[in-house]
């Protein structure tokens, strides 16, 4: 509960936050807070410098690019994304938001520090893995634009690293779009989730199984376009044979492979069905 | 969605209610508490204090071979540190309540030479503040030798690694408790259902607001003032004053508001003892809050009880003729308040059931885990989920109708008061008339139609039967049973009411009130007794040792403050009003049966006109007692009550008695619905049917019944403290520990009996605990609808949607029948 | 600009303007409790999860176990001291009493916060949004039934 002494700062401009984090070793963005001061309780970890993006107005906001993508600021908090109209264009991203923890963390959490924190069990990386986003990571030397894929390193561990800063996560055109969930009673914990967005073909990610969200990349080949619930079941077959989940206290591995498979095929059919 | 219908049955109204017991009066403690102007323990600050943080084992068992304090020391802010050395040097260990091996276990507020469990405070550091005490904390050097780690109570039941090396077993208490004629109920039987094993899991009712204290010690008196939360001062004044080698008089135990407690606030001593040591040793105010991960690592958990070779004789049309089990209780590192708990679900063997021949083998063992401590259902709900589970593994095995097999077994209306085969009495219920309207309110009649709509939808229905007792007012001689050495029986309480100079009436409890709304029905009772309003009675909120109302086993714990509590509170507004008729009876040269009490005013009965206001009762005796006739000089006003249950010493040969005054029966049903995909199921339909006698707050009661269903619920469906091989808890947060959110709550309905207790004062019985039957029918439902699939045995008592997962993955039986 | 250890933050607390000088490390919930004395705001984890510190920060709900004292320079913080004035209870906190919405009392303050924020945005809410809206706030004593009947009685 108690933190350990840590120095701060609020800068006005990403050029000022990416000056602090490059001049501090062991300096940290400090988005919403909502994992990472969490972290400082359990001094599970213990940043030397926290850098409070709070104040930089060009973080915030989700804009319609006009061409059906969407951009949305890394200081954009879950409750934003649930209301705005911009973000409404992409109506998986509100209501996937909404599912997250509760009124206050969303209130504050930002979809920044949730994929930069990329807890497993968070309901975005999965999710934007499947919606094929990209991610703009601001350094000293410029900026950098890496796909979903190349972002999730592990957990607690982006593309972003030391020095820089994640500034926007930038959605493609698409629509068709499915996300599902077993957590702990209505809205605990995550112990599978799985995400899947039908775009010329099935982009499927699987949540809780591994440190990043994995690409169901046989099953999205076995159903082609295809999307009948029996094509998409039989596609599902055999993929948690493919996974190397953890086993802890909510699930064992078997249990969460079982629960890929369901909540895959369901998020499959989920997408179709989005209108 | 979870749409809430409460309807509330009243089915045996109780008589024309006169007055305000049976009225749900607005609650005097209310109105602080929406102000946030309510005062925790944490909210009391001193000049120059300072916060205590311990420092804790991150082994569950190892020798401590050094612990070095002194960069601790060095921190600018710290003001100090106390080590297990130290402690073993100036406090005695604390009294074990069991005869040996269990004696012998030496347990003392902090570490000494060796850890036990994950989280075991070992040494202490005080530091001008909170942030300064956990940094200096850091900076204490333990150095540990790991010891092999026991997990489970089968294994250190068997294990050469011994935890306390001086009770030289594993073993805490072990005993054989035998009623009836068990034989004669085999040979009597068509069949014996046997069960393999059924496990009670960890879980804690995990009060919102963590322990603490804040402790001022008084230099030149020796004394000690605690602002804390213990719930049972007068148990922890006995443990705490001989390890402190003091009298029990020097601790002073404040409480004002407490933010929960459901037994979790009992075994508090060591804690408390490490901070009154370093009260003394700093000469400061030091405070001491728990954060939650330390609360659920270390602090109470409910017992873990596993049996086995479960043997149940019955006739072929259900009747149950016996029971026999093996029980091996898991209390975790150190026994503390056990081994009580070996003895307290004796209070309900046959459960709701009319057995008679009973074989309990019981064995209570030490674990390398978190001490346990009474958690509400103490001990009682451990067994009423083994009887609950065997009558409903039974009808399912016999393939008879669960709701008959229970009607077939259930104790009788007509028995009451019903003498169990251990010479218990069950006062009053009427077992199967609330199963009657609980199922009415989850309109029973139509399940099939709601099990065809649900396979519609792919998912199992499952209709579950939990029949509980909440058994109330502890009879303490029961510990005899268990320690013939322990010189504890019967029960008490006390209350003093007295008439204030201006008129006021103050009530002063002896309870330690965590949200059961004291004040509120305290009031009702005095109210009544004076003839005045609630309103006009000033309850002190909360509880101080220093106010000289209280006795030994003050507390509030054992569903017992509607009994003991308001018996006591109901014995002093007696004697205060006979009181005030005596004034009276003085003034006008009358006697005292010819004054009556109305209208805040004492007059004559014959004659409303010639009456002295209360104020003026109260300034006579206070301030103008020269007026007063030499009869009544004598008259205080201030008149304190004990009450004592009536009860006798047990039969510790028989181990035979009545252990407990009441008991209050539950009755829930449950409809619930599975995804056979996933194991995930969810809640869909909920009755609670409750009859707790005499409703002296019918709002409070309802409140009550709500709260334990969701404890119930949340420990049935995901609440569990779980170890890994290691002694590391794997549930330290409310991340992990999932407790019920307000979306997690299905649709509750309610209804209500009031079968009057004939033993208590006021007909009332206690009923805060609920007897877990929340538990009992959502594992009874489980059974039912995975009844499909294979027939698994729903074998424990937590079963989180991987657990329901594996019943259908491969469904282990782990029943046979056995003709005769 | 140059991290700091503390520093001294301007606030604003159920309408009064404070100065204070705070550690960086400073939790807000401990800044109102321990420096300010509002000790209304309860601690019931440490992970986030219970809600009892819940208080509205800049007109929306947080939890203020969640953010540091020192990030909350310039802004606006009502917590549960704030809501009656002159000692008149508000309707949802008189609601609270009627229906027998507490118990204990500890997760009242933040539950209460909760409900104020919701019936602000929403004065006709549905029980599965009244559920909702109190979803990050753990009750142990009364099972959320008289909690939302309480709120529903406020809303009307």
């Known amino acids: 509960m108690l933190l350990a002494e840590v120095e701060y700062v609020r800068p006005k401009t990403v050029d000022e936050a990416i000056g602090l984090l490059s001049a501090h070793d ?57 209301g705005d109209e911009a973000a409404g264009a992409r109506s998986i991203l509100g209501e996937v938001a909404s599912k997250i923890a509760d009124v206050q963390v969303r209130n504050r959490g930002t979809i920044g520090g949730n994929v930069c924190s990329n807890d497993p069990t968070n309901h975005l990386p999965p999710l934007l893995v499947a919606l094929d986003a990209s991610f703009t990571i601001a350094a000293s030397g410029g900026e950098r634009t890496v796909p979903a894929h190349e972002f999730f390193l592990g957990v607690y561990l982006t593309a972003a690293g030391p020095g820089e800063l994640l500034t926007r996560i930038t ?67 055999g993929l948690g044979a493919t996974l190397d989940p953890p086993s802890d206290v909510h699930a064992a591995a078997d249990y969460r492979r079982q629960l890929a498979e369901v909540l895959a095929a369901r998020a499959v059919v989920a997408a179709r069905e989005r209108r | 969605m979870t749409e809430t219908a409460t309807h509330p049955i009243v089915v045996t109204p109780g008589e024309t209610k006169v007055g305000f017991v049976g009225t749900s009066v607005p609650r005097k403690e209310d109105k602080r508490l929406v102000q946030g102007e309510g005062v925790f323990f944490d909210d009391v600050k001193r000049h120059g204090m300072g916060y205590v943080h311990f420092v804790r084992s991150p082994y569950a068992h190892a020798k401590i071979l050094s612990i070095d304090v002194s960069k601790a020391l060095e921190l600018g802010g710290v003001y100090g540190t106390l080590t297990g050395e130290e402690v073993a040097i100036l406090t005695d260990p604390f009294f074990e309540l069991s005869v040996k091996p269990g004696a012998d276990i030496k347990d003392y507020a902090l570490a000494v030479r060796r850890v036990r469990h994950v989280g075991e405070p070992v040494a202490a550091v005080v530091a001008s503040s909170r942030e300064l005490a956990r940094d200096a904390a850091e900076l204490v050097e333990v150095e540990y030798e790991p010891l092999p780690v026991l997990t489970t109570g089968e294994q250190s039941l068997g294990s050469d690694v011994i935890l306390h090396e001086d009770a030289g077993s594993n073993v805490v208490w072990q005993g054989v408790f035998d009623w009836g004629d068990y034989e004669g109920a085999v040979a009597e039987a068509d069949h014996v259902v046997r069960i393999e094993r059924l496990h009670f899991d960890r879980f804690s009712s995990t009060p919102l607001e963590c322990a603490g204290v804040l402790v001022e010690y008084n230099r030149g008196t ?31 135990f404040v409480s004002q508001d407490i933010g929960g407690a459901f037994g979790n606030k009992i075994c508090l001593h060591p804690q408390y003892v490490a901070c009154c040591l370093l009260a003394r040793k700093l000469n400061r105010p030091v405070q001491w809050t728990e954060w939650r991960t330390d609360q659920h690592t270390a602090n109470a958990h409910g017992n873990e009880r596993t ?103 259930y104790v009788r209306a007509e028995e009451m008061p019903y003498e169990t085969p251990n010479g218990c009495v069950y006062d009053s219920g009427d077992y ?48 005899t049973l268990l320690n013939p050495e322990l010189q504890f029986s019967g029960n008490n309480e006390v209350a003093t009411v007295k008439l204030d100079i201006f008129g006021e009436i103050v009530v002063t409890l002896g309870t330690v009130p965590q949200g059961q709304g004291h004040e509120t029905t305290a009031a009702q009772v005095v109210a009544d007794i004076l003839n005045v309003t609630p309103e006009d009675v000033t309850v002190r909120p909360g509880h101080d040792t220093y106010w000289n109302s209280n006795a030994g086993f003050s507390g509030t714990y054992a569903s017992q403050f509607a009994v003991t509590g308001l018996g006591a509170v109901k014995g002093a507004a007696d004697k205060l009003a006979y009181e005030i008729k005596r004034v009276a009876a003085g003034v006008f040269g009358v006697t005292p049966d010819d004054i009556e009490l109305a209208e805040g005013q004492a007059r004559l009965k014959a004659n409303a006109e010639a009456a002295i206001p209360f104020m003026g009762i109260g300034a006579i005796v206070n301030a103008n007692n020269a007026v007063l006739p030499e009869d009544v000089r004598d008259v205080t006003l201030n008149c304190r009550y004990v009450y004592v249950p009536p009860f006798q010493l047990p039969d510790k040969e028989r181990k035979f008695g009545n252990l407990t005054l009441t008991y209050a029966s539950q009755v829930h049903v449950c409809l619930l619905e599975i995804d056979p995909e996933t194991g995930v199921y969810e809640i869909v339909d909920y009755a609670a049917v409750d009859d707790c006698g005499t409703r002296i707050h019918p709002q409070i009661v309802d409140g009550q019944v709500h709260g334990a269903t969701a404890q119930a619920l949340g420990a049935a469906t995901h609440e569990i403290f779980a170890y890994d091989e290691e002694g590391n808890l794997l549930t330290p947060n409310f991340y992990d520990y999932h407790v019920p959110h307000a979306l997690d709550m299905p649709p509750l309905k309610t209804g209500y009996l009031e079968s009057a207790s004939p033993f208590t004062p006021l007909g009332a019985k206690g009923m805060g605990e609920g007897g877990g039957a929340g538990i009992h029918a959502v594992c009874a439902a489980l059974q039912d609808a995975l009844a499909s699939h294979g027939k698994p045995t729903v074998w424990r008592s937590c079963n989180p949607y991987h657990q329901v997962w594996e019943y259908l993955r491969e469904p282990k039986r782990l029943v046979e029948v056995k003709a005769q | 600009m140059d991290p700091v250890t503390s520093g001294r933050i301007t606030v604003t607390v159920n309408g009064e303007e404070i100065e204070y000088d705070v550690d960086a490390r400073r939790l807000l919930v401990h800044f109102l409790r321990d420096d300010l004395d509002l000790t209304g705001t309860h601690v019931g984890c440490d992970t986030g999860n219970c809600g009892a510190c819940t208080v509205i920060y800049n ?72 559920r909702k809206a109190i979803q990050g706030n753990i009750c142990r004593c009364t099972g959320y039934v008289n909690i939302v009947e309480a709120i529903k009685a406020a809303a009307k």
Not at chain 1, 193 to 221: F, K
Not at chain 2, 236 to 248: N, Q
């Open chain 1, 26 to 82: 062991g300096a940290r963005a400090l988005a919403g807070g909502q994992t990472l001061v969490n972290v400082m309780k359990a001094r599970a970890a213990s940043p030397d410098v926290l850098v409070d993006l709070q104040d930089i107005e060009e973080l915030r906001g989700v804009r319609d690019l006009g061409n059906g993508s969407v951009e949305i600021g890394a200081m954009t908090t879950c409750a934003q994304l649930i």
């Open chain 1, 171 to 237: 959605i493609p055109p698409g629509g068709q779009d499915g996300f599902t969930a077993v957590t702990i009673g209505r809205d605990g914990s995550a112990i599978v989730t799985a995400a899947a967005s039908l775009n010329g073909g099935a982009r499927i990610a699987i949540g809780c199984v591994d440190a990043v969200p994995v690409r169901a990349r046989q099953m999205e080949e076995r159903i082609g376009s295809d999307y009948s619930d029996a094509n998409v079941r039989a596609a599902a077959e």
């Open chain 2, 222 to 252: 020796g004394q000690w003032t605690m602002y804390g939360n213990h719930q049972m001062p007068g148990i922890g004044a006995i443990w705490m004053a001989p390890a402190l080698r003091t009298g029990v008089d020097k601790l002073r």
């Open chain 2, 307 to 409: 049996f086995l070779d479960i043997e149940v004789p019955v006739k072929a049309d259900g009747t149950l003729l016996g029971l026999s089990v093996r029980a091996i209780d898991d209390c975790g590192a150190y026994p503390r308040y056990e081994p009580l708990g070996c003895i307290i679900w004796a209070q309900v063997t046959p459960g709701c059931y009319r057995w008679r021949n009973i074989r309990v083998d019981f064995t209570q063992v030490c674990t390398n885990k978190s001490p346990v401590s009474p958690n509400r259902g103490y001990s009682r709900m451990q067994h009423l989920w083994l009887t609950e589970r065997v009558v409903d593994l039974v009808a399912h095995e016999l393939e008879l109708d669960p709701v008959e097999v229970r009607k077939r077994n």
């Open chain 2, 432 to 479: 199967a008339r609330a199963l009657d309207i609980a199922l009415e309110l989850i309109g029973y009649d139509d399940l099939d139609a709601k099990r065809v709509d649900a396979e519609s939808r792919r998912k199992l229905l499952g209709f579950g039967i939990g029949s509980t007792l909440d058994s109330g007012t502890n009879n303490f001689g029961q510990s």
């Open chain 3, 59 to 130: 007109g929306v709900l947080a939890k203020s176990c969640m953010l540091l004292a020192i990030q909350a320079d310039g802004a606006s913080i009502e917590t549960v001291e704030g809501l009656s004035s002159d000692g008149e209870l508000t309707k949802l906190q008189h609601a609270f009493s009627d229906h027998h919405a507490l118990q204990c009392g500890y997760c009242t303050p933040g539950m209460l916060m909760s409900a104020t924020a919701l019936l602000r945005d929403n004065s006709a809410p549905t029980e599965e949004q009244i």
